[in-house]
């Protein structure tokens, strides 16, 4: 089976420092992992995915993320916060033995300080 | 992009009424389709499977005669929760599936349905 554990409920940085969202996936099966963004009472948005191609897989709004087999991380950085940054961040792994069915993380609910 | 479109986005209903949520692939084919419900601060819980034409597959502990899923084309699913109680009040998130070419396996997500009964 898959999990996903992201290793902080909140992250707050200041507007203009980077940001880092951990995550660590556990699975029996290689692993597509994606990381989505909801804002709020909105649905999720996808930032980027990695599916056993390049392990630094760049997003959307300036998103990138690096899958690490050793570490079984699949952290997300960006050089740059900005304002409209600020949301819920959820990490997600899926895997063709149990039908691609997405397992979510609890979220990581990032503040940018202006 | 691939869009999902889920209506309405906020419905209020009285104790005992059924409500129906809507959802639609506007731009893409979805064999499957996925809905989810999300407490407030919490993650996702995926409540059922929809694959067009076939009966939904539940998740354990969502009874499926209180959720009904119907998902009778390639573009649209439908949830609706009969005899509405209060404790169904949440946040109600569907997502549908492209089973085509290097989308494949991405889930495209609507932007929920709030539902409060009461």
């Known amino acids: 089976a898959q999990s996903v554990t992201q290793l902080d409920s909140h992250v707050s940085v200041s507007e203009g420092t980077p940001v880092l969202l951990r995550c660590n996936y556990s699975?029996?099966?290689?692993?597509?992992l994606f990381w989505y963004v909801q804002h709020p009472n909105k649905g999720l948005q996808l930032l980027l995915k990695?599916?056993?191609?390049?392990?630094l897989v760049k997003g959307i709004n300036g998103f990138e993320a690096e899958f690490k087999k050793s570490e079984t991380s699949f952290h997300l950085t960006k050089p740059s916060a900005h304002m409209s940054d600020a949301a819920e961040y959820f990490c997600?792994?899926?895997?063709?033995?149990?039908?691609?069915?997405?397992?979510f993380g609890t979220g990581t609910s990032l503040t940018v300080i202006p | 992009g691939a869009v999902v479109s889920q209506h309405p986005s906020w419905v209020i209903c009285k104790s005992g009424t059924s409500v129906k949520i809507e959802c639609r692939s506007l731009?893409?084919?979805?064999?499957?389709m996925f809905w989810y419900r999300q407490f407030p601060k919490q993650s996702l819980m995926l409540m059922a499977t929809s694959n067009e034409g076939s009966k939904a597959t539940y998740e354990q502990g969502v009874e499926k005669d209180k959720f009904l899923i119907n998902h009778a084309s390639l573009t649209l699913s439908t949830l609706t929760v009969t005899s509405a109680h209060p404790e169904d009040s949440s946040f109600y998130i569907c997502?549908?599936?492209?089973?085509?070419?290097?989308?494949?396996?991405?889930?495209?997500f609507g932007a929920g349905t709030r539902l409060s009964v009461l």
């Open positions: 997502s549908a599936r492209d089973s085509w070419g290097v989308a494949k396996n991405i889930q495209y």
């Open positions: 699975s029996s099966y290689s692993p597509s």
């Open positions: 990695y599916t056993s191609a390049a392990t």
């Open positions: 997600v792994v899926s895997a063709p033995n149990t039908g691609n069915q997405f397992y």
């Open positions: 731009d893409f084919q979805a064999t499957t």
